[in-house]
């Protein structure tokens, strides 16, 4: 039989390290790929290519999946976000990020039961790209919220939390300020909700939602927000168990569905062979139960769980010493064992 084919973005930056690492785990518990190397990023830029060259987004909707590095996009100037991009192109509508305490891992919640889940709208929002300089002195950002937009997101949502067999979802938004945008967003929640008697259903304002969860994190099960929000809150909440270097996430559109980390390209650590390619395994770990192979899946992330635990080959950014390399070939010998 052909193996799957699954396209691949290296990225920028420490992607290509986290990648190499990632397929050489993927390849030790068994999961065999053709992978389809695409370009993307500041290093299609330098070599006069878009940042997401249409050859790779037509790829990625032809393979209806991929595993993408981080990108580097350029602050204040320069090229439009790749992620961007590519969100919109495929229509990869909801950002699914998990945030979970993990065993071994110093923070402040260490011993707490963090286990959370936000799902993010990724295509509308702020990052609809409508910008513009209405007068010299006077630059303009349109918030785009749609109501077909928030049904989408929410029908996500609500059966991915019936699925899961969790309990309970949270809205989160600032309505009180932004009453059409944010409270349209608001009112299709509660629409939805609707179809879902069985599950709590709630919203807090985003800034009350900072507060209760670097106080009391424990008490969210799922958060659904905007694109903005969704962005912030999944960083700090990548912060409360550990830090990016664990943070995974899930692009899912109708037809396609992109996995990658939540951090960047690190440049300050890039090339060190010292990046924790764990947000980016665990990405593909996503990828994995996304295609059923939750057997596999299951596997890995119980050996990275017992790495974590033993504490002694941590990278530097959980307080270790170990290189990714070293980390690499500690996942792979405890899976064996
Ligand atoms: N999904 C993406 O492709 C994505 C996401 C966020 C930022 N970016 C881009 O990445 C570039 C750098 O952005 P930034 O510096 O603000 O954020 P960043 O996430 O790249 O780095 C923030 C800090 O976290 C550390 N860090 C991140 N990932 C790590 C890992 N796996 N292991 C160990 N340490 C890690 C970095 O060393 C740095 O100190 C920018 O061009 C930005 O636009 C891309």
């Not at 052909?2 to 290509?16: L, T, W």
């Not at 945008?181 to 709630?202: I, R, S, V």
């Not at 106080?215 to 912060?239: H, R, W």
């Not at 440049?267 to 593909?284: Q, Y």
Request: hydrophobic share 40%.
């Amino acid at each position: 039989m052909s193996k799957r084919k699954i396209g691949v973005i290296p990225g920028d930056g420490i992607g290509p390290e986290i990648t190499k690492t990632t397929l050489n785990i993927l390849e030790a518990v068994g999961f065999e790929a053709e992978w389809v190397y695409l370009d993307g990023g500041l290093g299609s830029v330098e070599k006069g290519q878009a940042a997401m060259p249409e050859s790779t987004i037509e790829a990625i909707r032809e393979l209806g999946i991929a595993l993408k590095g981080p990108t580097t996009t350029p602050v204040g100037t320069g090229h439009k976000s790749a992620n961007v991009i590519l969100r919109q192109a495929l229509d990869l509508f909801a950002n699914v990020r998990p945030t979970k305490t993990m065993p071994g891992v110093h923070g402040p919640f260490e011993g707490k039961h963090i286990d959370l889940i936000i799902v993010r709208e990724n295509t509308e929002d702020l990052y609809a790209g409508i910008e513009y300089k209405a007068h010299p002195d006077v630059a303009q950002s349109i918030k785009v919220i749609t109501r077909p937009g928030c049904q989408r997101l929410f029908k996500y949502a609500f059966d991915m939390v019936r699925k899961q067999g969790r309990k309970r979802i949270t809205a989160v938004h600032k309505a009180n300020i932004m009453k059409l945008t944010d409270g349209m967003f608001l009112e299709e929640f509660y629409k939805a909700a609707k179809e879902y008697p069985e599950l709590k259903a709630d919203d807090i304002i985003v800034d009350n939602c900072c507060m209760q969860l670097v106080i009391n994190p424990e008490q969210f099960d799922v958060i659904v927000t905007e694109n903005l929000y969704g962005d912030i809150v999944s960083d700090l909440c990548a912060g409360l168990v550990g830090g990016l270097g664990l943070a995974a996430s899930a692009n899912i559109g109708v037809n396609c569905a992109v996995f990658e980390a939540v951090h960047g390209s690190a440049p300050d650590i890039a090339g060190k062979g010292i990046a924790n390619p764990t947000a980016l395994l665990f990405s593909a770990l996503m990828m994995l139960r996304h295609l059923g192979e939750n057997e596999k899946a299951d596997r890995i992330m119980n050996s990275v769980l017992r790495v974590c635990d033993a504490g002694q080959c941590l990278t530097i950014d959980l307080g270790g010493k170990a290189s990714t390399l070293e980390y690499q070939q500690e996942v792979i010998k405890t899976m064996a064992s």
